[in-house]
Nanobody, 125 residues
Framework: QVQLVESGGGLVQAGGSLRLSCAPS??????????MAWFRQAPGKEREFVAH????????YYADFVKGRFTISRDNAKNTVYLQMNSLKPEDTAVYYC????????????????WGQGTQVTVSS
């Protein structure tokens, strides 16, 4: 069973930064074959797409509400995907999940095969 493990969440003031990381554990997948994405879920809301990155790292895509503030990247040699979050706002408060899928990147969470358990990000005003 492939499990993704996120880290890097925490409490930060508005305007601050955090960097999330995600790497597979257990039966390791061939990381470089997989498109990766970040989603988030705030209390009382549905999970929503944040950003995705293709297998090579050359193609990225962001939800409008994070464009210019968040950057997704990956290091295939380290089997890790990152989400650099700058200029954080209280409305960014959520549990952030990373996900993996073989094939092309997608924005729908149902298209992803593997998920992490999430890391809490809390932005205070």
């Amino acid at each position: 069973q492939v499990q993704l493990v996120e880290s890097g969440g925490g409490l930060v003031q508005a305007g601050g930064s955090l960097r999330l990381s995600c790497a597979p554990s257990g039966r390791t997948l061939t990381f470089s074959y997989y498109a990766m994405a970040w989603f988030r879920q705030a209390p009382g809301k549905e999970r929503e797409f944040v950003a995705h990155i293709n297998w090579s790292g050359r193609i990225t895509y962001y939800a409008d509400f994070v464009k210019g503030r968040f950057t997704i990247s990956r290091d295939n040699a380290k089997n890790t995907v990152y989400l650099q979050m700058n200029s954080l706002k209280p409305e960014d408060t959520a549990v952030y999940y990373c996900a993996a899928r073989s094939g092309a990147t997608m924005t729908e969470d149902r298209e992803y095969h593997y998920w992490g358990q999430g890391t809490q990000v809390t932005v205070s005003s």
